[in-house]
């Protein structure tokens, strides 16, 4: 059973366009999500990460924003370039489970010239 | 200062072998997390290691185990592997009780 639901699955957008992706929870007992960055053949890096306890985070071009009455947090990255093309990773996790991450399915970011 | 470290890069195994994957935290971290990230499945959580003890484990048979070394290093054992046992096992490590994990580069399971 997923625990975390994400989308789109791709997405294209142009040099200095904004890329948005979403991701819903049900467990509300998760308090930590991050967002993790894959590039073809490496392991994922963490980008940024949000506590239920904060409705936004920046940081550089990167926003979470999360919303805990209706259970979703998103990505936003601003002024999108080519180099950010890549995969990304919505998560959550609590204490409880020692911050095991439910990982989302992922997105296939493409960022075109 | 070094990240995780896994080893090997790639394993071919055929079936009903056994792999055995290695993962080197980074210096001060105790707890180590596996994960498999297989074709179609995403991302998923298969246990953590924390001072040399199993604390949780996620939704996989119990041919897959592990263990966690005095020096913090881990390894991930898999059984009478099957073709969809194919995935990139990717290693994570914290520091004690904090949230932040960092991955190592994987290890990529090809079965036969």
């Known amino acids: 059973q997923q625990q975390v639901k994400q989308s789109p699955q791709s997405l294209i957008v142009q040099k200095g366009g904004i890329s948005i992706i979403n991701c819903a929870y049900e467990n509300t007992a998760f308090d930590y999500f991050p967002w993790y960055q894959q590039f073809p053949g490496k392991g994922p890096a963490l980008l940024i990460a949000i506590r239920p306890d904060v409705s936004e985070k920046k940081e550089g071009r990167f926003t979470i924003s999360f919303n805990k009455s209706a259970k979703q947090f998103s990505l936003h990255i601003m002024d999108s370039q080519p180099g950010d093309s890549a995969t990304y990773f919505c998560a959550a996790s609590h204490s409880n489970s020692g911050y095991a991450l439910n990982f989302g399915k992922g997105t296939s970011l493409l960022v075109t010239p | 200062e070094a990240g995780v470290t896994q080893s090997p890069t790639h394993l071919i195994k055929t079936r009903g072998q056994q792999a055995t994957l290695r993962c080197s935290p980074i210096s001060g971290h105790t707890s180590v997390y596996w994960y498999q990230q297989a074709l179609g499945l995403g991302l998923q959580f298969l246990l953590w290691y924390d001072e040399g003890e199993e604390r949780n484990r996620g939704n996989f048979p119990p041919r897959f185990s592990g263990r966690q070394f005095p020096n913090y290093s881990s390894e991930l054992n898999v059984n009478a592997l099957e073709l969809e046992d194919s995935a990139l096992y990717l290693c994570?490590?914290?520091?004690?009780?904090?949230?932040?994990?960092?991955f190592g580069p994987g290890t990529r399971l090809l079965v036969l």
């Open positions: 994570a490590s914290s520091l004690a009780g904090q949230e932040t994990q960092y």
